[in-house]
């Protein structure tokens, strides 16, 4: 019962560098989301997808990218990474009651 | 999406009854109010979900009254494991993207 799976779950990036978070569910969810929270704050939502092949911004989408590469997996793409972006980041997933999340990808830009 | 209001921070003794509140004045006829909880380092958890009147679980219970522009999520007889951040979410039926706000951070002392 892995529920929501993320990698890696810590990672230090240089400014100007790229990297992608793999997020992957076995719930058979249709709806997946990718939020940042940083320290002291509550959840910013950056992407969604509502279904495979689907994505759509949230509120704090600029500086990323998202790929719904199917039904289980959505990842998250920074393609110049800026220290703004320091945060832990969330994957999620939603079925029959309420959000999966996973345990979080702790990022560092310096 | 319903914009929520909530305490930012409260304190409580083990062994008490905790009811926290959230104001939610634009909500809309098909929204649902959705409850989670997060420790620090984890994602969140869900709690409980309701659309009107009250709703029970395990955990907690959740109240909401007839105008539905507020909920109470009470956790009866806290220990110091409750000790975490609750945010409480408006939205539609599990497949909107929801909108965390910064939550309320609940400190059970001994």
């Known amino acids: 019962n892995a529920g929501v799976t993320q990698t890696p779950k810590f990672q230090v990036l240089k400014t100007g560098q790229s990297m992608t978070l793999q997020c992957a569910q076995d719930m058979n969810h249709n709806s997946m989301y990718w939020y940042r929270q940083d320290p002291g704050m509550g959840l910013r939502l950056i992407y969604y997808s509502a279904s495979e092949g689907t994505t759509d911004k949230g509120e704090v989408p600029n500086g990323y990218n998202v790929s719904r590469l199917n039904k289980r997996e959505f990842s998250l793409r920074l393609e110049s990474a800026a220290p703004s972006q320091t945060s832990v980041y969330f994957c999620?997933?939603?079925?029959?009651?309420?959000?999966?999340f996973g345990s979080g990808t702790r990022l560092t830009v310096v | 999406l319903a914009k929520t209001t909530q305490p930012i921070s409260m304190d409580s003794y083990e062994g008490q009854e905790v009811n926290i509140t959230c104001s939610h004045n634009?909500?809309?006829?098909?929204?649902?109010i959705t409850w989670y909880q997060q420790f620090p380092s984890q994602g969140p958890r869900f709690i409980i979900q309701?659309?009107?009147t009250k709703v029970t679980n395990e955990v907690a219970s959740l109240f909401i009254p007839a105008d539905r522009k507020s909920s109470t999520l009470s956790l009866p007889r806290v220990s110091l494991s409750d000790t975490a951040v609750y945010y409480c979410?408006?939205?539609?039926?599990?497949?909107?993207?929801?909108?965390f706000g910064t939550g309320t951070r609940l400190q059970v002392f001994p």
């Open positions: 999620a997933s939603t079925g029959r009651v309420g959000y999966t």
């Open positions: 634009n909500i809309a006829t098909n929204d649902y």
């Open positions: 309701g659309y009107k």
């Open positions: 979410l408006v939205g539609g039926y599990n497949t909107d993207k929801l909108i």
